[in-house]
Nanobody
Framework: QVRLVESGGGLVQAGGSLRLSCAAS????????MAWYRRPPGKQRDLVARITTAGTTNYADSVKGRFAISRDKYTVYLQMNSLKPEDTAVYYC?????????WGQGSQVTVSS
């Protein structure tokens, strides 16, 4: 079993920055991909960025050039710059291995215009 604990959400003005963190504990040795997803108000949850143990990253087109995902062993970060009101969402940390998916509790990010 893996537990994911997120921190770093909050309220920021458009153009500002926030950094989300997610620390994994438990059976972390089996984890490969870690990622961030988000669910905007009234919409489905979608991938924002992911990173593998090898350091390969992928980003949603809407955040390329503004967000950066990184990891330090079993802690994953999402640096969010040049934030826009449309980035407002609940952000979820994800970690997975060959047989299970794990999710964080969700962190609210609100960007005011």
């Amino acid at each position: 079993q893996v537990r994911l604990v997120e921190s770093g959400g909050g309220l920021v003005q458009a153009g500002g920055s926030l950094r989300l963190s997610c620390a994994a504990s438990g059976s972390v040795f089996s984890l490969n991909t870690m990622a961030w997803y988000r669910r905007p108000p009234g919409k489905q949850r979608d991938l924002v960025a992911r990173i593998t143990t090898a350091g390969t990253t992928n980003y949603a087109d809407s955040v390329k050039g503004r967000f950066a995902i990184s990891r330090d062993k079993y802690t994953v970060y999402l640096q969010m710059n040049s934030l826009k009101p449309e980035d407002t969402a609940v952000y979820y940390c994800y970690a997975g291995n060959s047989y299970s998916d794990y999710w964080g509790q969700g962190s609210q990010v609100t960007v005011s215009s």
